[in-house]
């Protein structure tokens, strides 16, 4: 089993930055690929980024390439969203997620997920 406990969520005005961070536990969660989905109110789960282990990384569209930024401590079983310039249309609840295969994570399924952290951004 794996446990995925996302922080730095929060309320930022448009333009700002803000940095979630998820710390993974558990079972060789160290080779697992982790990354990141959102959800906005009566909207579709959205793929937003993910990493593996060597630091090979993908991103759901590339709009979030240009403004996200997905990285990881292996040392601390943690991956980290950097997230600058931000929108209102950002608002969502992201949420981490891990497995072993980055292909079944871009695939929106992977097998573990967290409980997720808000971003509310301000016009």
């Known amino acids: 089993q794996v446990h995925l406990v996302e922080s730095g969520g929060g309320l930022v005005q448009a333009g700002g930055s803000l940095r979630l961070s998820c710390a993974a536990s558990?079972?060789?969660?160290?080779?697992?690929?982790m990354g990141w989905f959102r959800q906005a109110p009566g909207k579709e789960r959205e793929f937003v980024a993910a990493?593996?282990?060597?630091?090979?990384?993908?991103y759901g569209t590339h709009y979030m390439k240009g403004r996200f930024t997905i990285s990881r401590d292996n040392a601390l079983n943690t991956v980290y969203l950097q997230m600058n310039s931000l929108k209102p249309e950002d608002t969502a609840d992201y949420v981490c997620a891990a497995d072993p295969r980055l292909s079944i994570m871009s695939a929106g399924r992977p097998t573990y997920w967290g409980r997720g952290t808000q971003v509310t951004v301000s016009s």
């Open positions: 990493i593996t282990k060597n630091d090979i990384s993908i």
């Open positions: 558990g079972r060789t969660t160290s080779s697992h690929a």
